[in-house]
T-cell receptor, first 115, second 114 residues
C-alpha cells in the first residue's frame, strides 16, 4: 500500500491478556515510531527504530511493553498482562530519515480497549 | 531533554478571523520544529517545518508558522480561519540529544465557528 498500515484497527481485550499490534511502514522508510494517544494526554512517545541502530526504548511505560522490527520493515508492539490504563490509540509512523528534516507519515492507529 | 509546550488546550475562533495556535520550545542547539494536524477521524498529517532560513515558514492549507528565537516560540498562524480548520494541532521538536526522535506537545484543539 501507499501509506502506513496498522492492524487491527480496533482491539478489545480483557485485563491481564497479552495483545500484539502490527505496523507496516511505507516501503523504504528507515525510521519507525510508536506513539500512544490518550484523551487529554497528547502524543506520548513509546519507541523509535532507526535503520540498524539499537532502538530508543526510553518511552516505554513499563516492562510489560516491548516492540520489535523484523527485517527493517514490519514492527510489532506487544503489551503483556494488559491493564485498563493501557486503553488508548496506538499510532505508528515512519519516515525516510536519511536527512535531518524528514516528515513522519502516520497510520490510522489501533484503538485498544482493555475491559 | 528537548521539549515543546502548547499552553492552550483549546482555541476558539470565528470563521474569517485570524488564528494563532501557540507553541514554545526548549532545546539545546538549533531547533528542528514541526507542526502536525489531526482532523476528526483521520490520521495525523504533516503541516510544516522549520529547520533553518526564513523565520516565517509556509505550509499546507494556507497555514504558516513564525520561528522566534528570542521568545523560543513557533506559533502556528492563518490569516483567515475556515470551519474546516477545526482539528487537533500538535507542535513537535527533534531531540538530537536522543537519536533524533520526534517529541510532540500535548496538542491544541482548534474550533472554528461559522
Amino acid at each position: 500500500g501507499a501509506g502506513v498500515s496498522q492492524s487491527p484497527s480496533n482491539k478489545v481485550t480483557e485485563k491481564g491478556k497479552d495483545v500484539e499490534l502490527r505496523c507496516d511502514p511505507i516501503s523504504g522508510h528507515t525510521a519507525l515510531y510508536w506513539y500512544r494517544q490518550s484523551l487529554g494526554q497528547g502524543l506520548e512517545f513509546l519507541i523509535y527504530f532507526q535503520g540498524n541502530s539499537a532502538p530508543d526504548k526510553s518511552g516505554l511505560p513499563s516492562d510489560r511493553f516491548s516492540a520489535e522490527r523484523t527485517g527493517g520493515s514490519v514492527s510489532t508492539l506487544t503489551i503483556q498482562r494488559t491493564q485498563q490504563e493501557d486503553s488508548a490509540v496506538y499510532l505508528c509512523a515512519s519516515s525516510f530519515q536519511k536527512g535531518t528534516n524528514e516528515k513522519l507519515f502516520f497510520g490510522s492507529g489501533t484503538q485498544l480497549s482493555v475491559l | 531533554a528537548q521539549s515543546v509546550a502548547q499552553p492552550e488546550d483549546q482555541v476558539n475562533v470565528a470563521e474569517g478571523n485570524p488564528l494563532t495556535v501557540k507553541c514554545t520550545y526548549s532545546v539545546s542547539g538549533n531547533p528542528y520544529l514541526f507542526w502536525y494536524v489531526q482532523y476528526p477521524n483521520r490520521g495525523l498529517q504533516f503541516l510544516l517545518k522549520y529547520i533553518t532560513g526564513d523565520n516565517l515558514v509556509k505550509g499546507s492549507y494556507g497555514f504558516e508558522a513564525e520561528f522566534n528565537k528570542s521568545q523560543t516560540s513557533f506559533h502556528l498562524k492563518k490569516p483567515s480561519a475556515l470551519v474546516s480548520d477545526s482539528a487537533l494541532y500538535f507542535c513537535a521538536v527533534r531531540d538530537w540529544n536522543q537519536g533524533g526522535k520526534l517529541i510532540f506537545g500535548q496538542g491544541t484543539e482548534l474550533s472554528v465557528k461559522p
